[in-house]
């Protein structure tokens, strides 16, 4: 498995970007499947983005053409650019990682293998 930490997180304005990171170690990252979550408060863990090892994206409906997700290979990291932001993306965000390379497999929550600690993003009206 691979450990994850995510950043980035924090308090910022309607309208308002934000860029997520998150730094893997442990086994080759290359060949992980990442995905980004959310939770907000009594609600479930959902899918917001999702990244197959050759980049091949997955995005929720509520934050398409809005996030983007990336990897960086050689950085053994994978980023959530969140821009537009909306009071309603206010939510923990986590990272998760899986080997796979089938996009159908990273939108399926419980098919992860490891998961970050989280990072509170909070959008103020």
């Known amino acids: 498995q691979v450990q994850l930490v995510e950043s980035g997180g924090g308090l910022v304005q309607a309208g308002g970007s934000l860029r997520l990171a998150c730094a893997a170690s442990?086994?080759?990252?290359?060949?992980?499947?990442l995905g980004w979550f959310r939770q907000a408060p009594g609600k479930e863990r959902d899918v917001v983005a999702a990244?197959?090892?050759?980049?091949?994206?997955y995005y929720s409906d509520s934050v398409k053409g809005r996030f983007t997700i990336s990897r960086d290979n050689a950085k053994n990291t994978v980023y959530l650019q969140m821009n537009s932001l909306k009071p309603e993306d206010t939510a923990v965000y986590y990272c998760?990682?899986?080997?796979?390379?089938?996009?159908?497999?990273?939108?399926?929550?419980?098919?992860?293998?490891?998961w970050g600690q989280g990072t509170q993003v909070t959008v103020s009206s």
């Open positions: 442990g086994r080759p990252f290359s060949t992980y499947g």
């Open positions: 990244i197959t090892p050759s980049g091949t994206t």
């Open positions: 998760a990682a899986k080997r796979t390379t089938f996009l159908s497999v990273l939108q399926d929550r419980g098919r992860y293998e490891s």
